[in-house]
């Protein structure tokens, strides 16, 4: 980045700013819980006990954290947001694009999101970071200035959330600098050359999806993708930076049917999958009879892996 690098401001930091109230002060709104049985009847505590909990970026805020207080928190970070990368000489339409992205997505819990993106995230991948660069995609702009925003987003939101709550553990501190990292070789390449590469990966990944939705079928195939994300996420930083590197022709490794195929194996135990008929029967039978046990079907529901081990084990058996 040269001529809007995300420089701190105000002596090393983004402007200073007040949420409205700030959210290290919020306090549950009803009576604290010791005087709960003088001051609550019964249906009164039970409402209290089960009202939904409010989530910022993924995290729980505290009990009786209102929709208002969020609100006015929102609105705190958005102008902030607005004036800094405004500063920054960031173009308008992806500053409004952005402020619009969290407020749509800040307050909603971690989901499944599937990658259409080509960014680099700097380690941010979960299913905040993977939204957000997904819904870059669409904006206006050159891949290389989207990039750039991005990098600057991540670490001004690592920036405000130390400012929002002192305890909550920082962002890694990006970017990363070795030599050899992917982010590393892309800035010593031309415009014209950068293009080129990220053209040939947007043409990769699609060409990638589409043999994995011919493979896997068009309403399983998101899903494995998925769990092969959740999977490559999952492995320490040495592991993961292996895999950060370019293949044959510039394609980057993440965009290869090969590594996602890998992952999905790796994460759904691809290498003891029942190779004769009565093996495989045998194990969909014992998955069949977890789903059908009340005391172990929450533990199917919740494991993707089983769930996608057991797909593959009927795509077999046919």
């Known amino acids: 980045m040269a001529d809007n690098d995300l420089v701190p401001l105000d002596g090393g930091d983004i402007q200073p700013f007040s949420p409205s109230p700030p959210l290290q002060e919020l306090q549950p709104l009803a009576p604290s819980p010791d005087t709960w049985?003088?001051?609550?009847?019964?249906?009164?505590?039970?409402?209290?006990?089960?009202?939904?909990?409010?989530?910022?970026?993924?995290?729980?805020?505290?009990?009786?954290?209102?929709?208002?207080q969020v609100d006015a928190i929102l609105g705190d970070l958005?102008?902030?947001?607005?004036?800094?990368?405004?500063?920054?000489?960031?173009?308008?339409?992806?500053?409004?694009?952005?402020?619009?992205?969290?407020?749509?997505?800040?307050?909603?819990?971690?989901?499944?999101?599937?990658?259409?993106?080509?960014f680099d995230l700097h380690g941010q991948d979960d299913w905040l970071g993977t939204a957000f660069a997904n819904h870059l995609v669409g904006c206006p702009g050159t891949n290389r200035e989207k990039q750039q925003f991005l990098t600057a987003c991540i670490q001004?939101?690592?920036?405000?959330?130390?400012?929002?709550?002192?305890?909550?553990?920082?962002?890694?501190?990006?970017?990363?600098?070795?030599?050899?990292?992917?982010?590393?070789?892309?800035?010593?390449?031309?415009d014209a050359d950068y293009n080129a590469v990220v053209k040939i990966n947007e043409q990769a990944l699609a060409r990638t999806m589409q043999v994995l939705q011919q493979r896997w079928g068009e309403y399983t195939y998101?899903?494995?993708?998925?769990?092969?994300?959740?999977?490559?996420?999952?492995?320490?930083?040495?592991?993961?930076?292996?895999?950060?590197?370019?293949?044959t022709g510039w394609i980057h490794m993440r965009n290869t049917v090969?590594?996602?195929?890998?992952?999905?194996?790796?994460?759904?135990?691809?290498?003891?999958?029942?190779?004769?008929?009565a093996g495989?029967?045998?194990?969909?039978?014992?998955?069949?009879?977890l789903m059908r046990t009340p005391a172990t079907r929450r533990a199917y529901l919740n494991d993707p892996q089983l769930q996608a081990r057991y797909r593959t084990l009927l795509d077999l058996k046919r």
């Not at 800094?84 to 499944?112: C, V, W």
């Not at 899903?223 to 293949?247: G, K, W």
């Not at 495989?280 to 009879?289: D, G, H, K």
């Open 37 to 68: 049985g003088n001051n609550l009847t019964n249906p009164e505590r039970d409402q209290y006990q089960y009202q939904p909990s409010v989530t910022l970026f993924g995290a729980d805020l505290p009990p009786g954290t209102t929709k208002h």
């Open 222 to 247: 998101q899903q494995n993708i998925q769990i092969a994300q959740d999977y490559l996420n999952s492995l320490p930083a040495i592991e993961q930076r292996h895999f950060d590197q370019f293949s």
């Open 280 to 289: 495989i029967a045998r194990e969909i039978a014992q998955i069949e009879a």
């Open 258 to 277: 090969e590594l996602i195929l890998a992952m999905f194996d790796s994460a759904t135990g691809g290498h003891n999958i029942p190779q004769d008929g």
């Open 78 to 118: 958005a102008r902030v947001f607005q004036s800094d990368f405004q500063t920054l000489g960031y173009p308008q339409k992806l500053i409004s694009a952005a402020t619009y992205f969290i407020r749509e997505n800040a307050t909603k819990k971690p989901h499944p999101v599937t990658q259409k993106h080509n």
């Open 156 to 190: 001004w939101l690592a920036k405000a959330n130390a400012k929002l709550n002192p305890q909550q553990v920082a962002v890694s501190q990006m970017p990363r600098t070795a030599s050899n990292s992917t982010e590393a070789i892309l800035n010593s390449l031309s």
